[in-house]
């Protein structure tokens, strides 16, 4: 999830963010918060994987984009979608409308889709990784594979890369169980989930669970991406 005078407006704005960011515990708004003022602007006309959707009840990472045709797709977790309303913004304010949710399987899985129906808001086929770290274009999806790279972008701990470990995990949920999962041995902490997963440029999952923290060493579950993309016909641009 880059000075002026200390009396100009533009910085009284950036302290003013910094200090919402140190409130809220939103990590990935402080960074962004450092940088000058107009690449915020910039950054929020287009949702890309990393980024973050909102609704009424809810707050979900955006795992990739997808396409059906000439529609477009957001991919989320559906533990977190389930929480929220069904219409989707790019703004915690709720005055940017950018989709709605078209589906939602959990337990047993864990995805949601939103199809993006504003014309306002760009939603180019790549993932962000992070404040300052740029973009990566993601141009397919495969299976995962024991022994494979995987790198993921989680909101709270940013860019991280490793290993997968295992395939067809289930992980136990207090909502219920969801089965197919893989694992790798990156770390992850609360407000990661939905953070997209890939090897190079090649989509394979996104962030539902983890166990440790990355203080002491953890390990990090996701949701395969291939399954999702057939179930809804989409396929990653």
Request: one cysteine or more; a neutral charge.
């Amino acid at each position: 999830m880059a000075r002026t005078r200390s009396d100009h407006p533009s910085n009284l704005t950036v302290h003013a963010v910094a200090l919402l960011a140190l409130l809220l515990g939103w990590t990935a708004l402080l960074g962004r918060a450092a940088d000058a003022a107009p690449r915020e602007t910039t950054a929020a006309l287009a949702v890309r994987g990393g980024d973050v959707l909102h609704s009424a009840g809810a707050r979900c990472t955006v795992g990739f984009n997808a396409r059906s045709g000439s529609t477009d797709f957001a991919l989320l977790s559906g533990r977190c979608a389930q929480t929220g309303g069904t219409t989707w913004y790019a703004d915690a304010a709720l005055t940017v409308p950018v989709g709605v949710t078209t589906g939602i399987s959990f337990p047993g899985n864990d995805y949601a889709t939103v199809r993006y129906t504003g014309t306002t808001v760009a939603r180019p086929g790549e993932v962000s990784l992070g404040a300052g770290a740029g973009t990566r274009d993601i141009t397919a999806a495969a299976h995962p594979v024991v022994g494979q790279s995987v790198c993921h972008v989680g909101r709270t701990t940013g860019y991280r890369c490793g290993t997968v470990q295992a395939v067809n995990v289930t992980v136990n949920y207090g909502g219920g169980s969801v089965s197919g999962l893989f694992r790798s041995n990156v770390c992850s902490e609360p407000g990661d989930m939905g953070g997209p997963a890939f090897s190079g440029t090649t989509a394979i999952g996104i962030i539902v669970g983890s166990s440790g923290n990355c203080g002491s060493g953890g390990v990090t579950y996701y949701q395969p991406v291939v399954e999702w993309l057939s179930v809804y016909g989409l396929s990653i641009y």
